[in-house]
């Protein structure tokens, strides 16, 4: 919660300080509708992509640590991940 609330304030103070140095310079650089529309998509598929390959580590992660805990031949394992 807390860290959502700094990237508002980071993002706020940056969004200010855009408008102040726009404000002075009298032209301003436009961005079309489509190029912040991809940005947003390829941002959501690279987001979706990093949770995914985190869920697999920590997914595999967890399959090495259970396995090792089993026992075989009334033996327990003797390596833990």
Known sequence: MAISKFYFLLFSICTD???AVS???GSCYK???GTVAGIICVDIVLTLLIVMVTYHC???QLQRSYKA???YMNVP???KA
């Open 69 to 71: 805990e089993k026992v």
């Open 23 to 25: 404000e002075n310079s």
């Open 58 to 60: 920590a997914r595999n």
């Open 31 to 33: 961005i079309e509708p």
């Open 77 to 79: 394992a003797k390596c």
């Open 17 to 19: 300080v855009a408008v």
